[in-house]
C-alpha cells in the first residue's frame, strides 16, 4: 500500500471527525480524496500537527479528532507523543503513515525504520497502539481503535507514493483556518 493509498482509506472511513493533516504530500492527498471544512491542512509546520490535534481534543471533548502524520513529522515533534499519553483525550486518534522518508523534500531515509513508534505511543501512555501494513489490516485495525477509549495511536506501514505528487493545496492558510473554525463550533 502507498502512501497515498492509505490517505484513501483512512479518508473513506471518516464522518463528523476533525482531521489534522500533516504538512506536505499527505494533506495534497487528503484534499484529493476527501476535501471538506472538517479537514485542517499544515501548510510549512512540520511536527506540529499531533500538538494541533492534542490541542483540539482537550478543547472539544465532545468531537473526535483525527491527527493524520507523518513518521518524519512525528520524529520532528515527538514531545507530543507523551503529551498525549499525559493528557490523555478519549476522543483522539493519532494516525502515523510511516513510508521511511521525507516524500516532499526529496525523498530522504527518515530513521523510522530503526524506532517502533507505536512502541514508544505506548511507552508514552496512549491507551492502545497498533500497526497495519495492507488495507485490510488497516480497516480491521482503525475499528479495533473505535471501541477503545483514550489517546490511540495508529502506525501504518506503506511505501512512498510513486509518481507525481497530488496538487498543492488550493486553499489559502487563512482559508482553511476559517472554514476549519466553523466545523469545530459545530
Known sequence: MTAREAVAVV???LSDELVVCTTGYTCRDLQVVRDRPGNFY?????????????????????RRVVVLDGDGSVLMGLGNLPMAGAWGPENFLHVVLDNGVYASTGGQPTPGGQVSLEQ???VFGYAAAVK???REELLARW?????????????????P??????????????????????????
Open 42 to 62: 499544515m501548510i510549512g509546520s512540520m511536527g506540529l500537527a499531533a500538538s494541533l490535534g492534542l490541542g483540539l481534543a482537550i478543547h472539544r471533548p465532545q
Open 161 to 186: 507514493t510513486p509518481g507525481a505528487p497530488s496538487p498543492r493545496v488550493r486553499l489559502s492558510p487563512d482559508k482553511i483556518t476559517k472554514r476549519f473554525r466553523q466545523a469545530v463550533k459545530k
Open 11 to 13: 479518508a473513506s472511513r
Open 120 to 122: 514508544a505511543a505506548r
Open 143 to 159: 475499528d479495533e481503535l473505535e471501541k477503545k477509549k483514550g489517546p490511540r495511536f495508529l502506525l501504518v506501514k506503506c511505501s
Open 132 to 134: 497495519a501494513a495492507t
